[in-house]
Structures are given as structure tokens and as C-alpha cells.
């Protein structure tokens, strides 16, 4: 092996030392339909808004009625598509979702939307050809002034989706396509809107430090243009030591959320506190809260250990020292077997040449 060689294997070895991995993560997303699959929503006789790209129905108690989303296949090759039907949940950020995420529903909530509306898991779709999705719909026996809201949610099983660099390495978006479902069996104009404290409490979200205020909309309809402001305070002081405030959320029916403050990468810090929350909405609903809560020397350590913002105390990476260690040795072993070789070779020329010499010499 020459010495290119072995200067190459040094090297992939360095790099194998020290280069992660690319990390590959999955978003869903609705967006414009591509490729060959795409549908169109079929709006039944008793749909209010017709105006609209989804489901708005006026419905009665105890009324069963199925309806349909058009399937069209364009392409040349049969496809599966993945069917969800979801209720409306609203996320941290006061924005409403229709997916099969964690976020619990409100003690509140009457109906759950995936009781009420049933769908397969998956439709086949032969190539160049359409297929009626079949929605089937139970309403309860009991009537109701509000909405029960959800969504339908349509995803190509196989998509490749389409890559995108991102700081944590390579992100794959696949895309899922979102039909809206309002359920309603009367006007929802005197709807009063109603908010619920539940607590306060400490907690980790990605990888930081938060303190979340859980409140719930604890009534069947939307809340628009809302406003969340929180101070947290000492509970034995007025000094502000976080604070959060987010305008423009949205709240789904019969839903909750966790409404976070960061710590803005500090330690958490064990102890008594206050919460004071205010909270308005564009139809002028207002609603102010102060609440104490403990954050215990346990949920502290947790956390901070969890957070990743936190300036570690210094300590010996043993780890660390010894993939250092091991590949320096490693290296200089390849340089000494290198540098050996080389010598063994260059003694071996001269060694040859001295016989040339002595026999040139005799002759």
C-alpha cells in the first residue's frame, strides 16, 4: 500500500470521528394538490355556504347521511391514499389543527368529531380513474347549539414528498390535503363566548424551559382574533421575572391550550409563584386570572437538565477523551507502520545499490 493510501484511511477515519449524522424528519402539510391525485368536494343539498371549499352542514338530531369526496387518479400507475377524519384542536400557538396529534380534548367537549363521522382508513385508486370517498355521518340523539368541527384529511401512502435543507439536516415535506367539516343544527349568533383557567404549571417543550397556562374554550364554537397576555411573578412579590404575550390565536370549539412563557433559556428556579393572565377577543370577550403555583426542587432539576440552552456545569466528556485518545493513537500507529515501511524500503535500495557498486567494482 503506498503512502497516498494510507494517508486516505487516516483521514476517513478523522472524519468518521467527528461527523453526525443527517437527521430526516416528516411534515405534513396541506397544500395545492400535485402530481396525479387530486379531489373535489361534493357538496350535499343541505350544505349552508355553498360558496365554500368544504363541508358546512346543517344537520338535525339523530340524523345519519353519508357524503362524498371525489377521488381522481390521473396517473398511469394505481395509487393508495390515506383517509383521516379529525376534530379541531387548538396547539400552543393558538392555531387550530385537524391531525392525529397528542393534544388532548376538553372536558368540555360533548361530542368528539371522530364519533360522529366515520371513514376508511384507505382508498385504492386504480390508474386513470375516480372513486367516490364515502363520509358517513351519525349525529347524536341529543340536540345542540354550536359545531362539532373536524376535518378530512387525504394523504398519498406512498409520496416521495419533496427535500429541503434545513439546520437540522435534511427535511422530507409530505404532503396531506385538508377538507374542512362544520356540523351544525341551528344558528350559532348567540353563542356567548366563555373561557376556563385549569392550571399553571412547569414544564419542558422542545428541549426549554416553559411554564404553561392550560385554559380551555368551553364553548361548541370558534374564537377568533384572541390575545393572550401572562405575567409570572415571586408569589410574595409584584417584580415580572417572565412574561409572554401572542395576538392573531384562534381557538377550536370545546377545546384547550397550552399556552406557553419561555424562560427565555434561564434556570428554573424551584419556589412559590403568581401567574396573573389576561385574555380578549376581537367580540370583546375579556377574562383575567391570577394563580399560584409551585414549581417543587424535583420538576426544577428535571427540566434544567433537559434544557439544552442551559450552560452545563464543566466536567471531564470521558467519552469524548477517549475517542480523542484512541484515534491519536491510532493515527500515530499508521504513521509509525507509514514511516517503517518507508525506511524498510529506502534501506532496502541502498542495500541493492551497495551490491551494484561492489559488483561494477570487482568487474
Not at 168 to 184: C, E, I, P, R
Request: glycine content about 8%; proline content about 3%; charged content about 30%.
Amino acid at each position: 500500500m503506498n503512502k497516498k493510501a494510507w494517508l486516505g484511511i487516516i483521514l476517513v477515519y478523522i472524519i468518521g470521528l467527528f461527523l453526525g449524522n443527517a437527521t430526516i424528519s416528516y411534515a405534513d402539510e396541506s397544500g395545492e394538490v400535485e402530481g396525479g391525485f387530486s379531489y373535489e368536494v361534493i357538496r350535499p343539498e343541505n350544505q349552508i355556504d355553498k360558496g365554500v371549499g368544504y363541508f358546512d352542514l346543517l344537520m338535525k338530531p339523530e340524523q345519519k347521511q353519508t357524503v362524498k369526496i371525489k377521488l381522481n387518479n390521473t396517473g398511469d400507475k394505481e395509487i393508495t391514499i390515506l383517509v383521516g377524519a379529525y376534530g379541531g384542536k387548538t396547539n400552543s400557538s393558538g392555531v387550530i389543527e385537524y391531525s392525529n396529534n397528542a393534544i388532548e380534548n376538553d372536558k368540555s367537549l360533548k361530542y368528539p368529531f371522530e364519533s360522529i363521522v366515520k371513514v376508511p382508513k384507505e382508498v385504492k385508486l386504480a390508474a386513470n380513474s375516480s372513486e367516490d370517498l364515502n363520509i358517513e355521518i351519525a349525529m347524536p340523539k341529543s340536540e345542540f347549539e354550536g359545531y362539532i368541527a373536524g376535518g378530512i384529511l387525504l394523504q398519498e401512502k406512498d409520496a416521495e414528498g419533496t427535500k429541503s435543507q434545513s439546520q437540522q439536516g435534511m427535511v422530507v415535506n409530505k404532503f396531506a390535503y385538508l377538507t374542512g367539516m362544520l356540523l351544525s343544527e341551528k344558528k350559532t349568533d348567540n353563542i356567548k363566548q366563555e373561557m376556563k383557567l385549569n392550571r399553571v404549571y412547569a414544564t419542558s417543550k422542545n428541549h426549554r424551559n416553559v411554564i404553561n397556562v392550560n385554559y380551555s374554550n368551553i364553548q361548541p364554537d370558534f374564537v377568533d382574533g384572541m390575545t393572550t397576555d401572562v405575567q409570572i411573578m415571586k408569589a410574595d412579590a409584584d417584580e415580572v421575572v417572565y412574561d409572554a404575550k401572542k395576538s392573531q390565536m384562534r381557538m377550536a370549539p370545546n377545546s384547550m391550550i397550552d399556552f406557553p412563557v419561555s424562560l427565555e433559556g434561564s434556570e428554573m428556579v424551584p419556589g412559590n409563584y403568581r401567574a396573573k393572565i389576561l385574555v380578549t377577543t376581537e367580540k370583546g370577550g375579556r377574562w383575567e386570572w391570577e394563580q399560584k403555583f409551585t414549581i417543587t426542587d424535583e420538576e426544577a432539576d428535571k427540566y434544567n437538565a433537559r434544557d439544552l440552552t442551559l450552560v452545563q456545569e464543566p466536567g471531564l466528556n470521558w467519552r469524548l477523551i477517549l475517542l480523542i485518545v484512541g484515534g491519536l493513537l491510532i493515527v500515530l500507529l499508521l504513521i509509525y507502520l507509514i514511516v517503517r515501511k518507508m525506511n524498510k524500503e529506502r534501506r532496502k535500495k541502498e542495500l541493492i545499490a551497495k551490491k551494484l557498486a561492489a559488483k561494477k567494482k570487482k568487474e
